[in-house]
Nanobody
């Protein structure tokens, strides 16, 4: 069974620079797109950033220039470096990956990591 485990959330100050990690574990052949979503209280889950297997990246306008998504294929881990945090970045952050395992592609979700931006 493939799992995505997120870490790195918590309380951060405005202007802070925490980094989220999303590590894949279990038996799988390859991972293609990996995405970070976030969901603030009472709102829909929205796409924050994505990275393709080849490394191409894309960002939501709200985080462009402040957040950076990257991947370490040797560690099966995707990162979300968050800089210049704002209170409106407060949300539960989820990673999602397209994983090829047991002969098929499946979209896997992590458990979510709370990021709270407050002074």
């Amino acid at each position: 069974q493939v799992r995505l485990v997120e870490s790195g959330g918590g309380l951060a100050q405005p202007g802070g620079s925490p980094r989220l990690s999303c590590a894949a574990s279990g038996s799988f052949f390859t991972i293609n797109y990996t995405k970070w979503y976030r969901q603030a209280g009472g709102k829909e889950r929205t796409l924050v950033a994505s990275i393709a297997g080849g490394g191409a990246t894309d960002y939501a306008d709200a985080v462009k220039g402040r957040f950076t998504i990257s991947r370490d294929n040797a560690k099966n881990t995707v990162y979300l470096q968050m800089n210049s945090l704002k209170p409106e970045d407060t949300a539960v952050y989820y990673c999602n990956a397209d994983v090829f395992s047991s002969g098929r592609w499946a979209a896997i979700w992590g458990q979510g990591s709370q990021v709270t931006v407050s002074s």
